[in-house]
C-alpha cells in the first residue's frame, strides 16, 4: 500500500491521536502529522501529542446520570486509546476523572509508536492536503495554523466561527495555607480514583468575595487586536466575564459554596468558595477549578492573593487566552464528516463544533472508523442516535431539525448533555404517588444511558 492509500490524519492532539488508534484497531495503516515541535501555538507548551492545554479534567465519570459519564462508559466500550491513557493515569478529584498530564501523553505516545501500522510524521501541512491522498481526516484543532486554516476557508466559502478559551492558573501545594482550606469533594462524592475529598476548598465570607468581585471588575484586562472577534462559549466564560454579569454570577458557578462543609466552622457557612483540584500525580500542583481568565499576568497573581488561603500562592503557570476556530459543520460537512466540497476530506475534533476534550476525542473515534472502512473498501454504520456519539454527530452535522435553516446561522460550540439525545419516555414506579420532579429527571438520565448502552453495543463491534 503507498502513501495515498493511508489514512492520512492532520493533528496530534486528543482527536488525531483516537483517530488514528481507531483506523489501525480497524486494518488500516496511519500517518500522523503533527507541526509541534516543528511550529508552535500560542497555547501548547510541549511538542507532546495529546498535551491538554487547559484543565486536566476530563469531567464527571459518571455514566448513569451524566452524559459526560455516559460518553466516557461508550468510548471504553469502543476501545478508546484516550479513556485508556485516562483510566491508567487517574488522579483523584471526586466525581470527576483526572488525569495526570504528563503520564497521558506519554501513554498515547508508546502506544501509537508501537503500532508498525502507524508513522507520525513530525511536520506542518501548509495548505489543503495533496491531491493524492485520497483518505484525510484533519484534526487539526482550534489552533489550526494559518495556511492550512486559510486553505480550508478558500475551500469552504464559509468565514471560521472564532472563540477564545481562557486557561486557569496551576498552584504550587506547598504555598498553600492548609491551615485555611479543607480537602472534601462537593456532596463528598467519591469517583474513579477519588476519596471523597479530593478537592482543596477556600472559603469567602461575604466581605472578601465582593472585595474578590471588585478587583476582578476593576482590573486590567489582556486587550484584543482589531482581527480578534471574542464570541465566548458560555461553558468556558473568564471569571472576569462572568463576573460582569452581574456581582452574584460566580457565587452560582465556580464559587458555589454548596455541598461543602468548613471542619474547622461547620456552623459558619462560607458565603462563597474556590476550589483546587489536583493537577499532577505527586500533588505537588492545584489548579483553580474554573477559574479560567484573560487578565493580565500582571494582575492575576495580586487578585488571587486574596482568597483565603492562597494568600502566599506561588503560580506554576499564570491563566491565558488561545484562538479558536470552529466550522459552520451543519452547513459544510455530511453527516459522516466529509467536507461537502472534497469529500476526501473528513474533520474530527473541536474544529467541528464540539466543546471539551473528551466531545473532540469522540468525534476522532468515529472519523477514524468511517475512514478505515472506506480506506479498506467497507461500509461503516454511523453510530446510532440513541447514544453519546451519535447524539454528538447530529448536533454538529444537524441531525434531524424541523427548522434547518435557523440551526445553521445560530450554531455554536457544544458539550454532550442529556438535550442532544432522542427524548424516552419513562414510567411512575409503582406504589409513588407523588412523583417529584428531580426523581423523574435522575430516572430519566438513567433510561436514557441504559438504552445509549446498549446501543453502542453493536457498532462498538464494527456492525
Not at 482543596?200 to 484584543?224: G, M, T
Not at 451543519?330 to 473528551?358: C, H, I, N, W
Not at 453510530?383 to 435553516?405: F, M, Q, R, V
Amino acid at each position: 500500500m503507498d502513501s495515498s492509500e493511508h489514512i492520512h490524519i492532520v493533528g496530534g492532539g486528543l482527536a488525531g491521536c483516537e483517530a488514528a488508534w481507531q483506523a489501525v484497531q480497524a486494518g488500516a495503516k496511519v500517518i500522523l502529522h503533527e507541526m509541534r515541535p516543528q511550529r508552535g501555538t500560542p497555547a501548547h507548551i510541549t511538542s507532546d501529542l495529546a498535551e491538554l492545554v487547559c484543565s486536566n479534567s476530563l469531567r464527571s465519570d459518571d455514566f448513569q446520570y451524566n452524559a459526560v459519564g455516559l460518553l466516557h462508559e461508550e468510548m471504553r466500550r469502543c476501545n478508546s486509546l484516550i479513556m485508556r491513557a485516562a483510566d491508567t493515569n487517574a488522579l483523584p478529584a471526586g466525581g470527576a476523572l483526572a488525569v495526570d498530564r504528563a503520564g497521558f501523553s506519554s501513554h498515547i505516545l508508546e502506544a501509537l509508536e508501537a503500532s508498525p501500522n502507524v508513522d507520525i510524521r513530525r511536520e506542518e501541512i501548509t495548505g489543503l492536503p495533496p491531491a493524492e491522498w485520497r483518505h484525510v481526516i484533519i484534526a487539526s484543532g482550534p489552533l489550526t495554523s494559518e495556511p492550512l486554516a486559510k486553505a480550508i476557508q478558500k475551500l469552504t466559502g464559509e468565514d471560521a466561527l472564532a472563540f477564545f478559551d481562557a486557561i486557569a492558573p496551576i498552584i504550587h501545594a506547598d504555598s498553600i495555607d492548609h491551615d485555611i482550606v479543607w480537602a472534601q469533594s462537593r456532596y463528598d462524592k467519591v469517583g474513579p480514583s477519588g476519596t471523597g475529598a479530593d478537592y482543596l476548598n477556600c472559603p469567602l465570607n461575604e466581605e472578601q468575595y465582593n472585595a474578590f468581585v471588585d478587583a476582578l471588575l476593576a482590573s486590567e484586562s489582556h486587550k484584543f487586536h482589531d482581527w480578534e472577534n471574542v464570541p465566548y462559549f458560555d461553558g468556558c466564560l473568564p471569571i472576569e466575564e462572568m463576573a460582569a454579569r452581574g456581582r452574584e454570577t460566580l457565587r452560582f458557578g465556580p464559587m458555589k459554596p454548596v455541598g461543602l462543609t468548613n471542619p474547622r466552622d461547620p456552623d459558619n457557612k462560607p458565603y462563597a468558595i474556590v476550589q483546587l483540584r489536583q493537577d499532577n500525580s505527586l500533588g505537588t500542583l492545584w489548579n483553580m477549578v474554573g477559574f479560567q481568565t484573560k487578565l493580565k499576568y500582571g494582575n492575576q497573581a495580586e487578585i488571587f492573593r486574596m482568597i483565603p488561603g492562597l494568600q502566599n500562592a506561588e503560580f506554576a503557570r499564570l491563566g491565558g487566552l488561545h484562538h479558536n476556530t470552529f466550522l459552520n459543520s451543519p452547513k459544510v460537512l455530511t453527516s459522516d464528516l466529509r467536507l461537502k466540497a472534497q469529500p476526501r476530506l473528513r474533520f474530527a475534533g473541536q474544529m467541528t463544533g464540539v466543546e471539551g476534550y473528551v466531545e473532540s476525542a469522540a468525534i476522532g473515534l468515529i472519523a477514524g472508523r468511517l475512514a478505515a472502512a472506506d480506506s479498506l473498501g467497507r461500509k461503516a454504520p454511523l453510530p446510532p442516535a440513541t447514544t453519546a456519539h451519535g447524539a454528538l454527530l447530529n448536533h454538529i452535522t444537524g441531525g434531524h431539525l424541523e427548522d434547518e435553516g435557523a440551526k445553521l446561522r445560530s450554531f455554536q460550540p457544544m458539550n454532550i448533555n442529556f438535550g442532544l439525545f432522542p427524548d424516552i419516555e419513562v414510567k411512575k414506579p409503582e406504589g409513588v404517588k407523588r412523583w417529584k420532579k428531580s426523581e423523574r429527571k435522575k430516572i430519566k438520565k438513567k433510561a436514557v444511558s441504559d438504552r445509549a448502552l446498549a446501543a453502542i453495543q453493536s457498532w462498538a463491534a464494527g456492525k
